[in-house]
Each structure stands twice: as structure tokens, then as C-alpha cells.
């Protein structure tokens, strides 16, 4: 069962996001290994950190993985330390509602006080619904086409990938140059439903675009050559998170548009209407 953590701007705790949160033992036994979790950002008291922050209001802004849990050996009073491994940071807030609809379960009494507490359980079909309404935060890549609009011969790169480092568990190596390549490759726009973040979003998302590993990086046995031609393909952030919806099933890109065939394909027209 997931759980959310929550940081303030300020605290006295020794919080790293993304890499180490720091609790009390009152809420040893809400935290677990392996557990899923959605970052919280408290209310902003101080406007000096409004630049820091997705928002201004409480909201959640990223989702991790409790990897390892141990005690702080300098608390007297228990507290605690989880560190948290595949952080990914949310590209905009996700608001604690919508609709007027708390995504949390909020109890009616205290109420008040469920948004205090650092650490607050969740179901899975919370947890879903939150990371449903996020864009995962990804450092936007530039296409080789030239400014004239002629794409510029390349050789084909190939290169290696995943190997593995030792980080309370394992984490796997990415390389930068097979993901620009694969863009320059397969384009900017999903290549499942068609969806181009520049058109739909302007100048704010221009070059923003997800990079899919036919093969996942977690399967391969040891270091291996990945070719960005045939073995990385772009996807939007919906349809990279619908892939991997299902960790032992995942859909293959063509199985992707079969269960799109019908239903909806980013038509470039309907922008502005």
C-alpha cells in the first residue's frame, strides 16, 4: 500500500528529496520497504520560497520508492530515516483536488489535522489517480533539424546502457546521447497517438518528449548496445505511463495504437477551439 510523504519549506528535519526522508517513530509502521510514495508539499507560510516551489498551495509534486528504512543514531526520541530511490519530480503541481474532490480520503473528524501528519497511508487507486493527472519532469532535448527545417545527416549512433550501480538496491545508467539521438530520429510527437507537445502546450513545452525503451532498461543482464533507431521510440507522458501501466505486461507500441485504433489520436485542428 503506498503512502505520501510531506516536506515543508522550512523544517527541522534533515530531508533530502528524492534520496532521504527523515520522520518520527510515530509513524514507523506507515513506512515500509518497497513501498510506493507520493511527495506533499505543505501550504507556503514564507513568499521567499514561492519560486522554489511548484505552487503556492499545498499539492503533491513527485513519486518515489522507499528502498531502505533505518534509525537516525543521533535522535533521542526514535525518528527515523527512509531512503528513497527513482524519484521523479512532477513537471507541474498536482493540487490536492480536483473537481472539488479531495484525492485523499480526508476523514471528517480531525480533519484539520490529516494535513499535518508527515506520513498518511493511501490506497492504490490514490496513488493512481494523483500520478494520472502528473507529467513526469524530463530535461527537454533538441532535435539535429536545422532551422531551415532539413534534417541533417547523421551516421548511426549506437551505445551502451544499463549498467548497473549499486545504490541500496540497483538504479540503471542512462545515456543522454541515445536519448537526443532518438529524438532526432523518431521526432517530438508521440508516435502512438500523435501528440505534439509544442502544439498543444506552446513555447513552455517546446522539445519536451518522452523516450521509451523497447526493452526495458531492468531486464537487461549486463551492459548492452541499444540502437536509438530501432530500440527507443518517443512517446507522450500518457501513453509512455499507459506501457508500463502493468510492470509484467507491458504493451509493445504497436499493441499501444491498437488499443487506441478508434478511440483518440491528437488531431493538430482541434488546437484553439
Given at each position: 500500500?503506498?503512502a505520501v510523504?510531506?516536506?515543508?519549506?522550512?523544517?527541522?528535519?534533515?530531508?533530502e528529496?528524492?534520496v532521504?526522508?527523515?520522520?518520527?517513530?510515530?509513524?514507523?509502521?506507515a513506512?515500509?520497504e518497497?513501498m510506493e510514495?507520493l511527495?506533499?508539499?505543505?501550504r507556503?507560510?514564507?513568499?521567499?520560497f514561492k519560486?522554489?516551489r511548484?505552487?503556492t498551495?499545498?499539492?503533491?509534486?513527485?513519486v518515489g520508492?522507499?528502498?531502505?528504512?533505518?534509525a537516525?543514531l543521533?535522535?533521542?526520541?526514535?525518528?527515523?530515516?527512509a531512503d528513497?530511490?527513482?524519484?521523479?519530480?512532477f513537471?507541474?503541481?498536482?493540487?490536492?483536488?480536483?473537481d472539488?474532490?479531495y484525492?485523499?480520503p480526508v476523514?471528517?473528524t480531525?480533519?484539520?489535522?490529516?494535513w499535518?501528519?508527515?506520513?498518511r497511508?493511501i490506497?492504490q487507486d490514490v496513488?493512481?489517480?494523483?500520478?494520472?493527472?502528473?507529467?513526469?519532469k524530463e530535461q527537454?532535448s533538441?532535435?539535429?533539424?536545422s532551422?531551415?527545417?532539413a534534417q541533417?545527416f547523421?551516421?548511426?549512433?549506437t551505445?551502451?546502457e544499463?549498467k548497473?550501480?549499486?545504490?541500496?538496491?540497483?538504479?540503471?545508467?542512462?545515456?543522454p546521447k541515445?536519448r537526443s539521438r532518438?529524438?532526432?530520429?523518431?521526432g517530438l510527437?508521440c508516435?502512438a497517438c500523435n501528440?505534439?507537445?509544442?502544439k498543444?502546450?506552446?513555447?513552455?513545452?517546446?522539445g519536451?518528449i518522452?523516450?521509451?525503451h523497447?526493452?526495458?532498461?531492468?531486464e537487461y543482464?549486463?551492459?548492452?548496445?541499444?540502437?536509438p533507431?530501432?530500440?527507443?521510440?518517443t512517446?507522450c507522458?500518457n501513453?509512455h505511463?499507459?506501457v508500463?501501466?502493468?510492470p509484467q505486461?507491458?504493451?509493445?507500441?504497436?499493441?499501444?495504437?491498437g488499443?487506441l485504433?478508434?478511440?483518440?489520436v491528437?488531431d493538430?485542428s482541434?488546437?484553439?477551439k
Amino acid at each position: 500500500m503506498p503512502a505520501v510523504i510531506a516536506e515543508s519549506d522550512v523544517s527541522k528535519w534533515s530531508d533530502e528529496t528524492g534520496v532521504r526522508y527523515h520522520f518520527p517513530k510515530q509513524f514507523k509502521g506507515a513506512l515500509s520497504e518497497g513501498m510506493e510514495v507520493l511527495y506533499y508539499k505543505c501550504r507556503m507560510k514564507e513568499k521567499e520560497f514561492k519560486n522554489l516551489r511548484l505552487s503556492t498551495k499545498p499539492h503533491y509534486f513527485g513519486v518515489g520508492r522507499v528502498v531502505r528504512i533505518y534509525a537516525d543514531l543521533d535522535s533521542t526520541t526514535g525518528d527515523l530515516f527512509a531512503d528513497i530511490e527513482g524519484f521523479k519530480p512532477f513537471e507541474f503541481a498536482v493540487p490536492t483536488k480536483v473537481d472539488g474532490q479531495y484525492f485523499e480520503p480526508v476523514p471528517p473528524t480531525p480533519k484539520t489535522n490529516y494535513w499535518r501528519s508527515s506520513v498518511r497511508k493511501i490506497n492504490q487507486d490514490v496513488f493512481d489517480r494523483v500520478r494520472s493527472h502528473a507529467v513526469l519532469k524530463e530535461q527537454p532535448s533538441l532535435s539535429s533539424v536545422s532551422e531551415d527545417g532539413a534534417q541533417e545527416f547523421e551516421t548511426r549512433i549506437t551505445g551502451i546502457e544499463g549498467k548497473k550501480i549499486a545504490y541500496y538496491g540497483v538504479r540503471y545508467e542512462r545515456n543522454p546521447k541515445l536519448r537526443s539521438r532518438a529524438i532526432d530520429i523518431h521526432g517530438l510527437r508521440c508516435n502512438a497517438c500523435n501528440f505534439d507537445f509544442e502544439k498543444a502546450y506552446g513555447e513552455h513545452a517546446k522539445g519536451f518528449i518522452h523516450v521509451h525503451h523497447v526493452k526495458p532498461i531492468s531486464e537487461y543482464e549486463e551492459d548492452q548496445v541499444v540502437d536509438p533507431a530501432t530500440d527507443m521510440i518517443t512517446l507522450c507522458a500518457n501513453c509512455h505511463a499507459v506501457v508500463h501501466k502493468k510492470p509484467q505486461q507491458l504493451l509493445s507500441v504497436e499493441q499501444l495504437k491498437g488499443v487506441l485504433s478508434g478511440r483518440w489520436v491528437f488531431d493538430d485542428s482541434t488546437i484553439g477551439k
